[in-house]
């Protein structure tokens, strides 16, 4: 897999871990996808810390990873797609109780999840990206 299989249909963010791009399959009409290419440079880490466990693990509450490349010394990442997500929610302003309780129900299924399952730094990096 490299980036050659994909079509970039959009910038989706850039920030200091990196750059993120909805995409397309080529050879498919299939699901889009959200690449991430890795700016750290240590491929073995960001592999064991992110991509691996998140490929193991499936639960609505978690976002799915689908695998990943090395392409250009680079490390790319191809995540689900998601519609919407709580940091643009947030930079909204004014949250209502309703929503508040619905994403705090969501985090805390997932990272009760994440826990009974022993996967606790993975936890505490989800927690740690949300304050």
Not at 105 to 127: E, K, N, P, V, Y
Request: aromatic letters at 10%; charged letters at 20%.
């Amino acid at each position: 897999m490299t980036m050659e299989n994909y079509l970039v249909l959009g910038n989706l963010g850039e920030g200091s871990f990196g750059k993120v791009w909805k995409c397309r399959p080529k050879n498919s009409s299939g699901r889009h996808v959200a690449v991430k290419e890795y700016l750290d440079c240590n491929i073995e880490r960001n592999i064991t810390r992110e991509i691996m466990p998140l490929t193991r693990l499936r639960h609505h509450n978690l976002l799915k990873a689908f695998g990943w490349f090395v392409e250009w010394g680079k490390l790319f990442g191809v995540f689900e797609l998601m519609d919407h997500d709580l940091m643009s929610e947030l930079s909204g302003g004014y949250m209502g109780h309703d929503a508040l309780r619905k994403y705090t129900f969501q985090i805390l299924l997932g990272t009760h999840f994440l826990h009974s399952r022993d996967r606790c730094s993975l936890a505490l990096m989800l927690h740690s990206q949300i304050a």
